[in-house]
């Protein structure tokens, strides 16, 4: 017999009220309608947009279980809302959304050491000198796996991540480094590894900081003459994640009570995960002591997606959103918008806006004129080819020769000032600057970069070509 919406929801709802008590299943189940069955897609009818985020926030594990019950593992619910329509129209306007199928982070209870106890405190179980805390784990639950969707660009990072998640402390990858350019989902993928850690294992105290937070949580115990008190609440997290771990370059202070913790935390087989918008390689003013730990593990690096990556991004922001949109209106976007996911997800989310307020139909015009307001904003986003090029018009030498292995005096100045305006324009690494330029290594960048910078001060002729193609670039 083949399964249709009603025999699924049906078979879910008995499920469902085996689980429950009887009044929850009256008020919040008994109202729903089972609308359509399509492969592993079940979509419900619910009366609201409260309703739906009841459910999603006290129900969403249950209704996962009976829903994988009934269609395997695959299985996806879908909520369709029906809304009183304000336009006039006779028919009730109709908001589609997908379930996450997962309920918020909740705080982390951890007993911890307390030196001074009150005289006052009198329980007898509470173990003398342990007070209980709770600890938020700051992390966002929309940030996860599901929705961190893999292609070329974030392999390797991705498959580290999932490892991690599944054996916090336990591989070699720590601690583990992501690093990458702005907006192409460093924070995200952090972020996922602990959700899903969470999910796994859910005793162990998972804490998300950014380096700048850190910092000032720091600062803050300096000035209180709590540095050690703040050592102890971070020896205390089982999987510590630091966003942004660039952003303690040049604070001794800060790096050298993170150097404390770190090895705390690695010696007690804890997990350590960081990420920053450089390779370890090119962090500049970090102490060599703290570096050296960076690459103790797995540094893995995120690239700009590639076009079938760009498109699966924007179908599952669709899906998300509960929107439908033209084939080639997607493929159109995702041709034009290459940067990074970011401007991805703002280039689809303002076409969503513009056509729901406006009352118009999402169009390839439409699109075109989005999409044209990205890119102008984006072309300021210089990438190593096009200095290259501009480069190589100005001396008057075609690409090849600029990074061909000559060591003729003009094609080499040429070349180290490509590197140098690289260096400057783009937020790529060295040793992805030098591979890109002649295939040189990192070392031979940060040379051309000092040689630049010496020979501005030194040589007059040198500081107009500089003065030029910085022009050229900066139209």
Excluded at 441 to 466: E, G, I, S, W, Y
């Amino acid at each position: 017999m083949s399964k249709t919406a009603e025999s699924v929801w049906e078979n879910c709802l008995s499920f469902i009220k085996d689980n429950i008590q009887e009044q929850a299943y009256k008020t919040w189940f008994e109202p729903i309608k089972s609308v359509e069955l399509t492969d592993n897609a079940l979509y419900i009818q619910v009366p609201s947009k409260f309703f739906y985020e009841w459910l999603e926030e006290h129900y969403v594990k249950l209704l996962k279980v009976a829903l994988t019950k009934e269609l395997g593992k695959n299985a996806k619910l879908l909520y369709k809302i029906k809304m009183e329509n304000t336009y006039g129209n006779k028919q009730p306007f109709t908001e589609q959304l997908p379930s996450a199928h997962r309920s918020p982070v909740k705080p982390q209870d951890v007993d911890a050491p307390l030196k001074n106890l009150s005289p006052e405190l009198k329980n007898p179980f509470v173990i003398p000198g342990i007070r209980n805390l709770k600890i938020e784990s700051q992390l966002n639950a929309n940030y996860s796996f599901d929705n961190f969707l893999e292609g070329d660009s974030n392999r390797l990072a991705r498959s580290a991540g999932m490892a991690v998640a599944n054996k916090p402390g336990g591989t070699s990858f720590n601690p583990l480094l992501i690093f990458g350019g702005v907006g192409l989902g460093k924070t995200h993928l952090a972020h996922a590894i602990g959700v899903e850690i969470k999910d796994k294992y859910p005793d162990k105290t998972v804490l998300y900081i950014s380096a700048e937070v850190f910092t000032q949580q720091y600062i803050d115990s300096v000035k209180k003459n709590t540095r050690n008190d703040f050592i102890h609440f971070y020896q205390l997290i089982d999987v510590l994640i630091i966003d942004d771990v660039q952003f303690l370059s040049g604070k001794s202070g800060t790096q050298d009570v993170f150097f404390h913790i770190f090895n705390f935390l690695h010696q007690n087989g804890k997990q350590v995960i960081l990420t920053s918008d450089k390779a370890p390689v090119d962090m500049q003013d970090i102490e060599q002591r703290l570096l050296s730990r960076f690459k103790w593990g797995l540094s893995a690096e995120l690239h700009q997606p590639d076009y079938e990556t760009r498109i699966s991004i924007l179908k599952n922001i669709l899906y998300r959103d509960g929107v439908e949109m033209p084939e080639e209106i997607i493929e159109y976007v995702a041709r034009n918008i290459k940067t990074n996911v970011r401007e991805l997800e703002g280039a689809i989310i303002s076409l969503i806006a513009q056509s729901s307020f406006n009352k118009k139909e999402v169009t390839l015009d439409l699109a075109k004129g989005v999409v044209e307001k990205f890119v102008k904003n984006v072309k300021r986003e210089i990438s190593i080819d096009y200095i290259q090029k501009v480069v190589s018009d100005y001396f008057q030498l075609d690409i090849d020769t600029l990074q061909s292995k000559t060591r003729k005096r003009h094609v080499v100045q040429a070349r180290q000032l490509a590197m140098f305006f690289a260096k400057k324009f783009t937020k790529a690494s060295l040793a992805n600057i030098g591979s890109q330029i002649g295939d040189r290594d990192h070392a031979t960048v940060l040379h051309a970069c000092k040689t630049v910078d010496n020979l501005v001060t030194t040589d007059k002729q040198f500081r107009k070509f500089v003065e030029d193609i910085h022009k050229k670039l900066s139209l």
